[in-house]
T-cell receptor, first 119, second 116 residues
């Protein structure tokens, strides 16, 4: 079963508008972390935002915010005031307390969403 | 902080040849990860080092793959007898500090492997 599901292969948004990228996750752990990374065409993955499973407030980092709905196991990324430079692949990832053999924190990534910002 | 460095950026090889990639993590980071990414997919975990110890290996890592991290600094990933299915982007990431669920990864730009 997929640990991280990103159902939107591609999204389009007009410059200066807001866009929401969906992410749902599957875990039986109580303690976990959720991340969003951006991957421009250059290939380097760039950390955007983090949400802890025990955090009561939604995380925000500048124009990025994470809409965390724990009961629904969703962690959607909201980008406000989109810019042309936001065009990239976006990956949702989860870090659990238990990994493949237990004890290590190995992040698992979704398939990503391609975002294109139109001028 | 010079970031995570990976070499080479691109590698083209013939099927059956051996290839080796290198990753230099951020100097103070003791944890190092290798991922593989194919077109249209997210990164898939391959292996993980804490200092020089290889603590985790994915089932994806066949016997043809081997990774090392001598002295807990740079790491190498070797693929023997390459196959066309090995064509992918190989990403290296590092992290440091206290290990936990909030630990973010710092990625290199990857090595793009093409097996002809």
């Amino acid at each position: 079963a997929q640990k991280i599901t990103q159902t939107q292969p591609g999204m389009f948004v007009q410059e200066k508008e807001a866009v929401t990228l969906d992410c749902t996750y599957d875990t039986s752990d109580q303690s976990y972390g959720l991340f969003w990374y951006k991957q421009p065409s250059s290939g380097e993955m760039i950390f955007l935002i983090y949400q802890g499973s025990y955090d009561e407030q939604n995380a925000t980092e500048g124009r990025y915010s994470l809409n965390f709905q724990k009961a629904r196991k969703s962690a959607n990324l909201v980008i406000s005031a989109s810019q042309l430079g936001d065009s990239a692949m976006y990956f949702c990832a989860m870090r659990e307390l238990l990994s493949i053999s237990g004890g290590s924190y190995i992040p698992t990534f979704g398939r990503g969403t391609s975002l294109i910002v139109h001028p | 902080d010079t970031g995570v460095s990976q070499n080479p950026r691109h590698k083209i090889t013939k099927r059956g040849q051996n290839v080796t990639f290198r990753c230099d993590p951020i100097s103070e980071h003791n944890r190092l990860y290798w991922y593989r990414q194919t077109l249209g997919q997210g990164p898939e975990f391959l292996t993980y080092f804490q200092n020089e110890a290889q603590l985790e290996k994915s089932r994806l890592l066949s016997d043809r793959f081997s990774a090392e991290r001598p002295k807990g600094s740079f790491s190498t990933l070797e693929i023997q007898r390459t196959e066309q299915g090995d064509s992918a982007m190989y990403l290296c990431a590092s992290s440091g500090g206290l290990s936990g669920t909030n630990e973010k990864l710092f990625f290199g730009s990857g090595t793009q492997l093409s097996v002809l």
